[in-house]
C-alpha cells in the first residue's frame, strides 16, 4: 500500500492496532474498504434531507418481506387441499405465527405506501431529469413487479377473500384483446380457479417475481449511483453546484431513524391488530362480495363506469396508455427545469391524478356502505371471518396408511384372512400389511401376486428355504386358508 | 497545517462513534427482531405437538373372561404437524388379575420385533432372538433387558383406553420415547 493511508484506516489505527491490522488484512483480501466507500461515501449535494430516505426503507421493507416469506413458508403447503389448513395452523398454532404473518401481510401494504411516496418524491424533485430515463424506467419497471408481488402474495391464504379476489383479477386479464383468454387460463393453469392456480401464484410469489425484483433493485441502484444524488429541486441535474455531503453518516443516520420507525408501527399493528383470516374458499358461494386490498380500490371504483362492450377500454385501454405515459414522463419531459413552482402543468397533472386515486378509492367504500344489500352482507362476511377467528385450529385429517389399507380389505374374506393372518402371528414375522420385517419376508408385492392355489400350497407345505427361514406351515381350517390367501391377494 | 489535521480528526472521530452507534443499535434491533423469528422456527420442538391421546380398545366385558392375552388392533391418533394421523397398532389385554386389567405393548424391548403369544407354551416368544416372557409380560428368558412394557390404560364407562406409546430399546428401564 504506497497510497497514503485512506482515513477510515487511520481512525481504526489510532484506535487500536490490532482492529487495524485485522481490517487491513480482510481489506487486502476483500477490497471491504473500496466497497464501504463506494456504498458510503456516495456525494449528496446539498446535503442530506428526510425526503431522501424512501428508496433506503424500500430497500428495509424488502429485506423484511424476504425473511418473514421464508420463514412462513416453513409451514405453508401451496395447495388447494392444504394451503387455507397451514394458514390456519400459522396463525392460531405456531409460536408468534399470527404476528409473523401480521408482519408480512401489514409489510406489503407499507411497501405500496412507501413505493408511492418515493414515486411523488422523484417527481415533485423532478429528480427524473437529466440522463435518468433508464433509471426511471427502472423504477417503473419495480413498481410493476411490486403491484404483481401484492395480487399473487394475496391469493396465497386460500380464503373467501382471497379465492373471489383472485377471481375477479384474473377474469380481467380476459378483456385484453386476442391473447386474453389465453392469459386467463394461463394464470390459472386452467378454465377454473383451482389448486394448479395456487401452485403458479405461489411460484410467482416466491421464486419469479422476488428473483426480477432482487435484478431489477441492483440495476435500480446500480443506475441512481451511476446518475448521482440529484439534489434538491434547485439544483442542476446533470452538473450539480451545491456542496456536497457524504451519504454516511447524516443520511445513513436518517434512513435508519425511518427504517426504525417502520419496524416499530408494523410490529404494534401486527401485535394490536393481527391480520385476519376468512373460511375457507367455497367456490360453491354465490353471495360472497369480494373487495380488492386497499390500494386496488381505486383501480376497483373505475371499472364500474365501464360496461358492457366499454370494459375493455376501462380494464386495458386506459390503463396502458396511463402506464406508458407514466413510462415514458422523462422522454415527454425533457426540460431540466426541476422546481415544482416552474413546472404547473406537470405538478397540476400529478395532483389531479392522486385526487382521483383518493376520490375513487372513498367512492367505493362509501357505495359499499350506502347499499344495504351489500353492506348486509359485507357485515356478514366480516361476522364470519371473525368466527373462523375464535374456532380453535382444527388439525386436517390425512388419508392415513390405515385408510389406505381398509381399501384393499373392501373384500369381506381379504378381511376375514387379515385376522386369521394376525391372529396366527403371521405379522410378526411378515410385518404388518405383509411389508416385512428384519424376521421375515415382504409379502406385499411378488409374492402377492403370484396364484393363489401356489399360495395355499405354499402356505401348507412351506420349501425347504422357507423351512430354513423358520417358515412353519401354517395350520388352520381350509375355510380360514381361503381367507388367508384372499388377503395376501389384496397386499399390493 | 496541523490545525486542519485536528478538524479532520474531530470529524472523523464523530464519524466512527456515529458507525460505532449504528453498528451496535444494529445488532440490537436485529436480534430483538430475530426472538420472534427463532420462536417460530423451533414451534416443533417447544410444543408437545406429538402427544398421544387415548385410544378405545374395547368394551370390558369383552376381556372380564379371557385366560390368555388377547390381541387387539387399536387406531392411534396423532399429530403431525397441521394433519391429524391415524394409524393402527396391535397391543395385548391381559386376563383379568385382582379386578384390574392390564395392556401390553408387542414391540420387544430387545430390538423392537412384535412378540406373538405362543398359545401351546402359554408364553410370548419373540421370533426375532427368542426371548421369552410369561403370561403376565414378565422377562423369563432370552436377550431381552426388561419385562415386556406395560401401557397406560384406564376404563372409562366400561371402555378400555389405552395409550399408545413406544419405548426405549436395550435398556434396563422402561423409558418413554418421546
Keep these: 500500500m504506497a497510497d497514503a493511508p485512506k482515513p477510515d484506516e487511520k481512525i481504526i489505527g489510532s484506535r487500536a492496532s490490532r482492529w487495524s491490522r485485522l481490517y487491513r488484512w480482510l481489506d487486502s483480501r476483500t477490497g471491504i474498504g473500496s466497497l464501504l466507500h463506494e456504498a458510503l461515501d456516495e456525494p449528496i449535494p446539498g446535503g442530506a434531507r428526510w425526503a431522501y430516505v424512501f428508496g433506503s426503507v424500500l430497500l428495509f421493507l424488502f429485506i423484511s418481506q424476504t425473511v418473514t416469506g421464508i420463514f412462513l413458508s416453513l409451514y405453508y403447503a401451496p395447495t388447494a387441499d392444504h394451503a387455507h389448513t397451514t394458514v390456519a395452523y400459522i396463525i392460531k398454532e405456531v409460536t408468534g405465527g399470527s404476528f409473523l404473518r401480521s408482519l408480512h401481510a401489514y409489510g406489503s401494504s407499507a411497501v405500496v405506501i412507501v413505493v408511492l411516496l418515493h414515486l411523488s418524491q422523484t417527481f415533485l424533485y423532478g429528480a427524473y431529469k437529466g440522463r435518468r430515463e433508464i433509471l426511471w424506467i427502472s423504477g417503473c419497471a419495480l413498481l410493476g413487479l411490486m403491484l404483481a408481488m401484492a395480487f399473487t402474495g394475496y391469493l396465497l391464504p386460500w380464503d373467501q377473500k382471497a379465492f373471489f379476489a383472485t377471481t375477479v383479477g384474473t377474469n380481467m386479464a380476459s378483456e385484453i384483446p386476442w391473447v386474453g383468454s389465453l392469459l386467463k387460463r394461463f394464470m390459472r393453469g386452467g378454465n377454473e380457479m383451482g389448486t394448479l392456480t395456487l401452485s403458479r401464484f405461489f411460484v410467482a410469489h416466491v421464486f419469479l417475481l422476488p428473483a426480477a425484483i432482487l435484478g431489477l433493485v441492483a440495476a435500480h441502484v446500480y443506475l441512481f449511483r451511476k446518475a448521482g444524488a440529484a439534489g434538491p429541486p434547485s439544483e442542476d441535474p446533470v452538473n450539480p453546484r451545491l456542496p456536497t455531503q457524504r451519504f454516511y453518516p447524516r443520511q445513513v443516520v436518517m434512513d435508519t431513524i425511518v427504517a426504525l420507525v417502520m419496524i416499530l408501527v408494523l410490529g404494534a399493528l401486527a401485535h394490536f391488530a393481527p391480520t385476519e383470516l376468512g373460511p375457507k374458499a367455497n367456490p ?30 376501462g380494464i386495458v ?15 415527454i419531459d425533457r426540460r431540466l427545469e426541476r422546481r415544482p413552482w416552474h ?20 367512492l367505493s367504500k362509501r357505495e359499499d356502505r350506502l347499499d344495504p344489500a351489500i353492506a348486509k352482507q359485507v357485515a356478514k362476511q366480516r361476522q364470519e371471518t371473525e368466527q373462523f377467528m375464535h374456532e380453535p385450529f382444527e388439525p386436517e385429517a390425512a388419508i392415513s396408511t390405515l385408510a389406505a389399507a381398509n381399501v384393499a380389505l373392501a373384500d369381506p374374506l381379504a378381511s376375514a384372512g387379515k385376522k386369521v393372518y394376525e391372529g396366527e402371528s403371521c405379522d410378526a414375522y411378515h410385518g404388518k400389511n405383509g411389508t416385512g420385517t428384519n424376521a421375515g419376508p415382504k409379502l406385499a408385492g411378488a409374492t402377492a401376486q403370484k396364484p393363489a392355489e401356489e399360495l395355499s400350497n405354499l402356505l401348507r407345505h412351506p420349501t425347504a428355504k422357507m423351512i430354513e427361514g423358520e417358515m412353519k406351515p401354517v395350520d388352520v381350517s381350509d375355510e380360514d386358508l381361503k381367507a388367508l390367501v384372499a388377503y395376501i391377494k389384496s397386499l399390493k | 497545517m496541523p490545525g486542519e489535521n485536528v478538524a479532520e480528526d474531530d470529524s472523523l472521530t464523530r464519524r466512527s462513534f456515529l458507525g460505532v452507534l449504528l453498528g451496535f443499535g444494529t445488532v440490537v434491533v436485529g436480534a430483538a427482531l430475530s426472538v420472534p423469528l427463532i420462536r417460530f422456527a423451533l414451534h416443533p420442538l417447544l410444543t408437545t405437538t406429538t402427544e398421544i391421546g387415548w385410544s378405545d380398545v374395547g368394551k370390558i366385558d369383552e376381556f ?24 393402527e397398532k396391535a397391543i395385548y389385554v391381559l386376563p383379568m388379575k385382582d379386578g384390574a386389567l392390564r395392556v401390553l405393548s408387542p414391540i420387544c424391548p430387545h430390538l423392537g420385533c412384535s412378540i406373538p403369544w ?20 414378565a422377562r423369563i428368558s432370552g436377550p431381552a433387558p426388561r419385562a415386556m412394557d406395560d401401557l397406560e390404560s384406564k376404563i372409562d364407562n366400561g371402555m378400555l383406553k389405552v395409550r399408545y406409546q413406544y419405548f426405549r430399546q436395550l435398556i434396563s428401564k422402561k423409558e418413554v420415547l418421546a
Design chain 1, 284 to 313: 360453491a358461494d354465490t353471495q360472497y362480495v369480494p373487495r380488492p386490498e386497499w390500494y386496488y380500490l381505486p383501480f376497483f371504483q373505475w371499472l364500474k363506469y365501464f360496461k358492457g362492450p366499454w370494459a375493455v377500454v
Design chain 2, 64 to 87: 372380564a373372561s379371557l385366560s390368555a392375552p388377547m390381541k387387539k388392533l387399536i387406531t392411534v391418533e396423532q399429530r403431525d404437524g397441521w394433519r391429524k394421523i391415524v394409524s
Design chain 2, 118 to 137: 405362543i398359545e401351546a407354551k402359554q408364553q410370548f416368544i419373540c421370533p426375532c432372538h427368542t426371548a421369552v416372557f410369561a403370561l403376565d409380560g
Design chain 1, 343 to 362: 413546472r404547473p402543468v406537470a405538478v397540476g397533472i400529478f395532483l389531479a391524478i392522486w385526487f382521483t386515486l383518493v376520490t375513487f378509492g372513498l
Design chain 1, 317 to 331: 385501454i386506459v390503463p396502458t396508455i396511463t402506464a406508458a405515459l407514466v413510462i415514458a414522463l422523462p422522454f
